[in-house]
């Protein structure tokens, strides 16, 4: 179904009200009977379609933060949803002690479209980054030939990769880290995109460099042009892998199919979740060329879920979703018109807007006291942002989002900054 056939709601501004009594019973369930561990906007959704949501009490909301970027294809693709029904019907779980009929077609589309020879299927994101990092580790020992439990791996200080142990292990946001030691040891952190601080860092040891090309959840944080290609340069000239953390930025986020595409810089690995379902079911990744994914034999690793049938078809379809609609060219063509809008936004109150593709961060000075009421705001005209780090409001639309809807969206920030100036 072509896009523009998809009915769209009419565009106005809803002031919302607050929620209703059923709503409110609904978050109090949440909150009586699950762990404490998010602090959510009050807004309870129960139906989605394209760039829109409808909450419980029937108000509309223009998704401007698509689940981290894992609905790309918008909500309920109607393609996706297709799929997803008809293999549910068909088989939903082998495990890996079994070949399924969606796996091999999958790990070959996941290869033509990325263009690396080998697709290690996971299921979330913080499992390809495992991934990966396993991968690294031990191409360093059995290649690279680094003393057994020597290996380091370099990542840049605001990285943001999951919420494992390992993972947070290398984090310098305290509340990730705070109560869940002892950390695993094995990382160096440096500032983001130093290219002077990451040739100091490397030691015979050094392994692997993760780096995401554009750090989402560290608000938006671009590097300065060129440091892709500088950081694949130091790689080489060290024999060092680099490892790409795409599951945010990767397919069509920034205009591009992966972060990458803009330098050139091909990494030797690369880790994709996220928009990989286009928001479905979990499916992720870690894809590489066949001199590091040969170091994995039968048992080194694996996963119940990872390779299923039903993901696997579904992330085949979000594929080609992305692909026939032109989403990634759509991503490069609102992010230009959003951002162009936004920035007639000559508020007091904007320290910064930093922008790739239909990916903006919009930072606020601290003075004005944190980006929430600015979100919370946006939720009462019917746009639905989240804040991050604070002081940063962070606007990523399901890539499927239209000029109307883009402007429409700009049209409603602009009142809220009105409003709270
Ligand atoms: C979201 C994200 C992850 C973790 O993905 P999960 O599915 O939440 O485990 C890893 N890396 C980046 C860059 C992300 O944005």
Redesign the pocket.
Same mark, same amino acid.
Not at 209 to 236: H, K, N, S, Y
Not at 241 to 256: A, H, K, N, V, Y
Not at 282 to 297: I, K, T
């Given at each position: 179904m072509l896009r523009s056939a998809m009915p769209v709601p009419r565009l106005a501004p809803t002031v919302r009200s607050a929620p209703s009594a059923a709503a409110r019973d609904l978050i109090e369930l949440e909150h009586r009977y699950g762990a404490h561990n998010y602090h959510p906007l009050d807004v309870v959704l129960t139906r989605g379609q394209g760039c829109w949501v409808w909450d419980v009490d029937g108000n509309k909301y223009l998704d401007c933060l698509a689940a981290?970027?894992a609905v790309n294809q918008g909500h309920n693709h109607p393609r996706l949803v297709r799929v997803l029904v008809e293999q549910a019907h068909k088989l939903a779980l082998t495990s890996r002690a079994f070949h399924n009929d969606q796996l091999g077609p999958f790990l070959k589309e996941v290869s033509d479209l990325t263009g690396f020879s080998r697709v290690l299927p996971m299921n979330? &994101?913080? $499992? *390809?980054?495992e991934t990966a990092l396993k991968a690294c580790r031990k191409w360093g020992y059995k290649v690279k030939g680094v003393a057994d439990g020597q290996a380091e791996i370099i990542v840049f200080e605001g990285n943001? *990769? @999951?919420?494992t142990i390992s993972i947070v292990s290398f984090s310098d946001e305290p509340q990730y880290r705070d109560g869940f030691g002892p950390f695993t040891p094995g990382f160096k952190v440096i500032p983001y995109g130093d290219v002077e601080a990451l040739r100091a860092a490397i030691t015979p040891n050094t392994v692997a460099v993760l780096m $995401?090309p554009v750090q @989402? $959840?560290g608000g938006i944080i671009i590097p300065p042009a060129g440091t892709m290609r500088r950081i694949r340069e130091i790689c080489d000239d060290h024999e060092i892998l680099l490892i790409f953390?795409?599951?945010? =930025?990767g397919l069509g986020r920034t205009g591009c199919m992966f972060a990458f595409h803009h330098e050139d810089a091909r990494p030797d690995g690369m880790?994709l &979740?996220?928009a990989l379902s286009g928001g479905m079911y979990?499916v =992720?990744a870690f894809v590489a060329d066949d001199e590091l994914m040969e170091v994995f034999r039968p048992g080194d690793h694996g996963s119940t879920f990872g390779g299923n049938p039903l993901g696997a078809a579904v992330g085949r379809e979000a594929i080609r979703v992305l692909l026939d609609e032109g989403l990634v060219e759509n991503a490069a063509r609102m992010g230009a018109r959003f951002g162009q809008h936004l920035r007639e936004l000559r508020d007091p109150a904007v320290k910064e807007i930093r922008q790739v593709g239909l990916w903006i961060g919009v930072e606020l000075h601290a003075e004005v006291g944190g980006a929430r009421r600015y979100c919370e705001a946006l939720m009462a005209r019917g746009v639905l942002c989240k804040e991050t780090h604070t002081h940063t409001i962070r606007i990523a639309p399901p890539l499927v989002i239209t000029a109307d809807e883009v402007d429409w969206a700009v049209e409603q920030i602009h009142a809220v900054f009105d409003e709270l100036g």
């Amino acid at each position: 179904m072509l896009r523009s056939a998809m009915p769209v709601p009419r565009l106005a501004p809803t002031v919302r009200s607050a929620p209703s009594a059923a709503a409110r019973d609904l978050i109090e369930l949440e909150h009586r009977y699950g762990a404490h561990n998010y602090h959510p906007l009050d807004v309870v959704l129960t139906r989605g379609q394209g760039c829109w949501v409808w909450d419980v009490d029937g108000n509309k909301y223009l998704d401007c933060l698509a689940a981290y970027s894992a609905v790309n294809q918008g909500h309920n693709h109607p393609r996706l949803v297709r799929v997803l029904v008809e293999q549910a019907h068909k088989l939903a779980l082998t495990s890996r002690a079994f070949h399924n009929d969606q796996l091999g077609p999958f790990l070959k589309e996941v290869s033509d479209l990325t263009g690396f020879s080998r697709v290690l299927p996971m299921n979330t &994101g913080a $499992e *390809a980054v495992e991934t990966a990092l396993k991968a690294c580790r031990k191409w360093g020992y059995k290649v690279k030939g680094v003393a057994d439990g020597q290996a380091e791996i370099i990542v840049f200080e605001g990285n943001f *990769a @999951g919420r494992t142990i390992s993972i947070v292990s290398f984090s310098d946001e305290p509340q990730y880290r705070d109560g869940f030691g002892p950390f695993t040891p094995g990382f160096k952190v440096i500032p983001y995109g130093d290219v002077e601080a990451l040739r100091a860092a490397i030691t015979p040891n050094t392994v692997a460099v993760l780096m $995401e090309p554009v750090q @989402g $959840e560290g608000g938006i944080i671009i590097p300065p042009a060129g440091t892709m290609r500088r950081i694949r340069e130091i790689c080489d000239d060290h024999e060092i892998l680099l490892i790409f953390d795409e599951i945010q =930025s990767g397919l069509g986020r920034t205009g591009c199919m992966f972060a990458f595409h803009h330098e050139d810089a091909r990494p030797d690995g690369m880790t994709l &979740g996220k928009a990989l379902s286009g928001g479905m079911y979990p499916v =992720s990744a870690f894809v590489a060329d066949d001199e590091l994914m040969e170091v994995f034999r039968p048992g080194d690793h694996g996963s119940t879920f990872g390779g299923n049938p039903l993901g696997a078809a579904v992330g085949r379809e979000a594929i080609r979703v992305l692909l026939d609609e032109g989403l990634v060219e759509n991503a490069a063509r609102m992010g230009a018109r959003f951002g162009q809008h936004l920035r007639e936004l000559r508020d007091p109150a904007v320290k910064e807007i930093r922008q790739v593709g239909l990916w903006i961060g919009v930072e606020l000075h601290a003075e004005v006291g944190g980006a929430r009421r600015y979100c919370e705001a946006l939720m009462a005209r019917g746009v639905l942002c989240k804040e991050t780090h604070t002081h940063t409001i962070r606007i990523a639309p399901p890539l499927v989002i239209t000029a109307d809807e883009v402007d429409w969206a700009v049209e409603q920030i602009h009142a809220v900054f009105d409003e709270l100036g």
